[in-house]
């Protein structure tokens, strides 16, 4: 669906979130990244020939100064906290909140990219897996300014702290 010539909003599904979101627009952001997840597991993007941790890539980007902002709901698995050591800037270039209750799922490039839609971040949520392990996904990729700056608005929502007050889950949250 074409808004106007400068801005779309666009369905992908199954493997397209890989290709156009991971694999295309986030190597590219350049100012900031931030991703909202409910589950996070060790997620391996296409690299040429090889496949490469995600975390490489994160790792990578913050070696170029981009700032980068994770919510997820849950801890991850033990292959991703090795990989997660792997790349010692992550420690303190990757701004990471753990919230329970998010269940929304969005990444943000430079605020004029946004994809928001079912997929975790991991690979059978974000289709890079075979087609025969990965999970049937879709969302909604725009460069609208003004979805954009919703999609923006909740999670800076949830980064900020604003339903903490009277979330009853809380114990179980980051700072």
């Known amino acids: 669906m074409e808004t106007n010539s400068t801005s779309s909003i666009e369905l992908i599904t199954d493997d397209e979130i890989y290709r156009r979101v991971l694999l295309e627009q986030v190597p590219g952001a350049r100012k900031f990244l931030w991703i909202a997840t409910a589950d996070i597991k060790d997620l391996h993007v296409a690299r040429g020939k090889k496949m490469i ?32 050591d792997l790349y010692p800037n992550l420690i303190d270039g990757l701004e990471r909140m753990l919230c329970p209750r998010t269940h929304f799922k969005c990444i943000i490039v430079d605020g004029v990219f946004a994809y928001m839609g079912s997929a975790n971040l991991t690979g059978a949520g974000m289709g890079a897996k075979s087609v025969r392990t990965r999970n049937f996904e879709s969302g909604l990729i725009t460069t609208n300014p003004e979805l954009i700056a919703q999609i923006m608005a909740q999670f800076d929502t949830v980064w900020m702290g604003e339903y903490c007050t009277d979330c009853r889950r809380k114990k179980f949250c980051t700072e």
């Open 53 to 84: 941790p995600f975390l490489k890539v994160l790792s990578e980007l913050i070696e170029q100064g981009v700032g980068i902002r994770l919510i997820h709901a849950k801890e991850p698995g033990p292959v991703f906290r090795r990989d997660f």
